[in-house]
């Protein structure tokens, strides 16, 4: 089966703290990972992909295979990245499974 | 253009009424996808097009969902004889095919759906 877990509904660090927002997926082939961030009254949005090996606003997120895991991560939070997190995996079709997310609050 | 666009934002229905949503995806993505989001929830798949072609449906679209894109450009998802597990958000997205670049997803701003 495919599934994507995200076990923190609500992750509260204070600014400056460093920042880790789990992903644990299922899938047997080899997927495609995403993180999608949707700021408050915004709607969703991709921040980043696996293959892009990015880092974007200071986020990067590196896919563990052994583990398959895909956790996101920044060293030093910031008040604008209080928004809900996204997991996302694509397999063989192009519809996107998603985690059931997790709240980001950073406090002042 | 400014993105994918829904309409309308919101809707209030009775239970047992219809309701139909549109979709105008970015104007030059040939895929779109309608996905489900109900509180404390993921966005959950219901189906996509690739122009006019539906080419995979969840099993979570009961036969009283329908959603076509006639024309390849707009979509229209329908529900009918709604009941009050229906009310949820309703997104939809939309991605330029060809290549691993053109799968990111575009999202639409959502519609509301309130079943009384």
């Known amino acids: 089966a495919q599934r994507v877990t995200q076990p923190e509904k609500l992750l509260s660090v204070f600014k400056g703290a460093p920042v880790e927002l789990k992903c644990n997926y299922s899938y047997s082939g080899s997927p495609e990972l995403f993180w999608y961030v949707q700021y408050s009254r915004q709607r969703l949005q991709l921040l980043l992909r696996h293959i892009s090996r990015e880092s974007i606003k200071g986020f990067t997120a590196d896919l563990n295979k052994g583990e398959t895991s895909f956790h996101l991560k920044k060293p030093f939070a910031q008040e604008e990245d209080s928004a809900m997190y996204y997991c996302a995996l694509r397999g063989s079709s192009y519809k996107l499974i998603f985690g059931s997310g997790t709240r980001l609050l950073v406090r002042p | 253009d400014t993105g994918v666009s829904q309409n309308p934002r919101h809707k209030i229905t009775k239970r047992g009424q219809n309701v139909t949503f549109r979709c105008d995806p970015i104007s030059e993505h040939n895929r779109l996808y309608w996905y489900r989001q109900t509180l404390g929830q993921g966005p959950e798949f219901l189906t996509y097009?690739?122009?006019?072609?539906?080419?995979?449906k969840s099993r979570l679209l009961s036969d009283r969902f329908s959603a076509e894109r006639p024309k390849g450009s707009f979509s229209t998802l329908e529900i009918q004889r709604t009941e009050q597990g229906d009310s949820a958000m309703y997104l939809c997205?939309?991605?330029?095919?060809?290549?691993?670049?053109?799968?990111?997803?575009?999202f639409g701003p959502g519609t509301r759906l309130t079943v009384l």
């Open positions: 997205a939309s991605s330029l095919g060809g290549g691993t670049g053109g799968n990111e997803q575009f």
């Open positions: 097009f690739q122009n006019e072609a539906q080419l995979e």
